[in-house]
């Protein structure tokens, strides 16, 4: 084979044999890799989310034109709406961190909680959504106004994405439970669940603080 310009032979790709098998990747490869990653996920959130803490406080403090409540508007969110989505959000971690041990028992019971956080997630999801309709304020009512409705508002999209998260792994253990392991695959399929679920687990108990620290922000401060 020709040298490559420079006298730097050329990167030859070694062919692999159409009848050889890839082995699966090691469990504990993935398990270190989902648990360093939900820890970034959670402290992009922190970011993310600290945007709406300082706005809050910050627009607060200053009153510019005593715009943060106009006296004119009704700027009052459901507290009963309020108190019954965080309660929610609350139990629905609770639910997950059970569901988290319990497989880690070896119990085959966890995707019971698992359904009942995420039942208990749309919920939340539901109560909010809900707040919007009976509320009497818009996102340009004023700058409270505003922050409650985008900090609400872009919460939801991330309970959203996180339940789809927690119910991609409830569907992985009942597909395992009905269809047996192929040629090639690893048999004991939880070995593969159980990282995905404790690092959604994670994930979701940290949001569920976050819904928590909004919800004495906007409605109780």
Request: proline share 5%.
């Amino acid at each position: 084979m020709m040298a490559a310009e420079g006298g730097v032979p050329p990167l030859v790709t070694q062919p692999v044999s159409a009848r050889r098998e890839i082995p699966p990747e090691p469990p504990d490869l993935a398990a270190r890799s989902l648990t360093v990653a939900s820890r970034l996920l959670a402290g992009g959130t922190t970011f993310f989310f600290l945007a709406f803490v300082f706005a809050y406080f910050y627009l607060r403090s200053i009153n510019e034109e005593h715009l943060w409540r106009p006296a004119h508007t009704n700027l009052n969110p459901n507290q009963a709406l309020g108190a019954a989505m965080v309660a929610c959000l609350i139990v629905s971690a609770l639910a997950t961190v059970v569901a988290g041990r319990r497989m880690r028992t070896g119990s085959r019971d966890w995707t019971i909680l698992v359904s009942l956080a995420l039942f208990l997630g749309l919920a939340a999801v539901a109560l909010q959504c809900i707040e919007y309709t009976v509320q009497h304020f818009g996102p340009t009512d004023g700058s409270y106004a505003s922050v409650f409705c985008a900090w609400s508002g872009l919460y939801l999209i991330a309970v959203l994405a996180t339940l789809y998260w927690l119910e991609t792994q409830l569907a992985s253990e009942l597909r395992a439970r009905r269809t047996p392991a192929g040629r090639g695959e690893i048999e004991a399929a939880d070995l593969l669940i159980l990282p995905g679920l404790d690092a959604s687990v994670f994930y979701w108990a940290y949001l569920a603080a976050i819904g928590v620290l909004m919800y004495v922000v906007l409605y109780l401060l």
